[in-house]
Antibody, heavy 122, light 110 residues
Framework: QLHQSGPGLVEPSQTLSLTCAIS??????????WTWIRQSPSRGLEWLGR?????????NYAVSLRSRIVINSDTSQNLFSLQLNSVTPEDTAVYYC??????????????WGQGTMVTVSS | QSVLTQPPSASGTPGQRVTISCSGS????????VNWYQQLPGTAPKLLIY???RRPSGVPDRFSGSKSGTSASLAISGLQSEDEADYFC???????????FGFGTKVTVL
């Protein structure tokens, strides 16, 4: 299970911050990856990035967001987080966290959070 | 913008077979496995097909996936009213180094 938390309203130029709490698995898993996706009517489903632990922690980010995005993990609370800086109204979307379970599943995302509608507006 | 192309809509009557196409390129569908997601209104996407044609536990065998070259397809046989939803294809893209989604196909049960 993945449970998302975070504000639904962010002012333009500020930072969007969301967390995704994991139950039934570990953010430190050596086979799973932890992903953020967003969905809007104009952009559809958009992969934002992921974090995963192997011999060390790794992150991959969507090229279009690389200058503004940070995905972190918190092993003490078994969660991962999304920060998106300098937001504009174009960042308004439903944000989802999701799990990529492992190599046998390719790049499929098998468990999703409930989604958080984030509106960027003053 | 998405580099996986799906028809915006598809429809059928109960019991019919509906097929949804997903067209990509050598950097995504040809090189990597395709996944399909079903999204009911107001809910998160649900994994329907992974690794081109495999079904997660609990997904009815009415749903099947296939792939050939740079295209993939999702077939729904024995269409049911509860299948009315949006369906998305997805794959890793080696050029973008990211996971990409099609824009979705809305399936209507007439």
């Amino acid at each position: 299970q993945l449970h998302q938390s975070g504000p639904g309203l962010v002012e333009p130029s500020q930072t969007l911050s969301l967390t995704c709490a994991i139950s039934g698995d570990s953010v430190s898993s050596k086979i799973a990856s932890w992903t953020w996706i967003r969905q809007s009517p104009s952009r559809g489903l958009e992969w934002l990035g992921r974090t995963f632990s192997r011999s060390k922690w790794y992150t991959n980010y969507a090229v279009s967001l690389r200058s503004r995005i940070v995905i972190n993990s918190d092993t003490s609370q078994n969660l991962f987080s999304l920060q998106l800086n300098s937001v504009t109204p174009e960042d308004t979307a439903v944000y989802y966290c999701a799990r990529k379970p492992g190599a046998d599943w390719g790049n499929a995302l098998d468990i999703w959070g409930q989604g958080t509608m984030v509106t960027v507006s003053s | 913008q998405s580099v996986l192309t799906q028809p915006p809509s598809a429809s059928g009557t109960p019991g019919q077979r509906v097929t949804i196409s997903c067209s990509g390129s050598s950097s995504n569908i040809r090189s990597n496995t395709v996944n399909w997601y079903q999204q009911l209104p107001g809910t998160a996407p649900k994994l329907l097909i992974y690794s081109d044609s495999r079904r997660p536990s609990g997904v009815p065998d009415r749903f099947s996936g296939s792939k050939s070259g740079t295209s993939a397809s999702l077939a729904i046989s024995g269409l049911q009213s509860e299948d009315e939803a949006d369906y998305f294809c997805a794959a890793w893209d080696d050029s973008l180094n990211g996971y990409i989604f099609g824009f979705g196909t809305k399936v209507t049960v007439l």
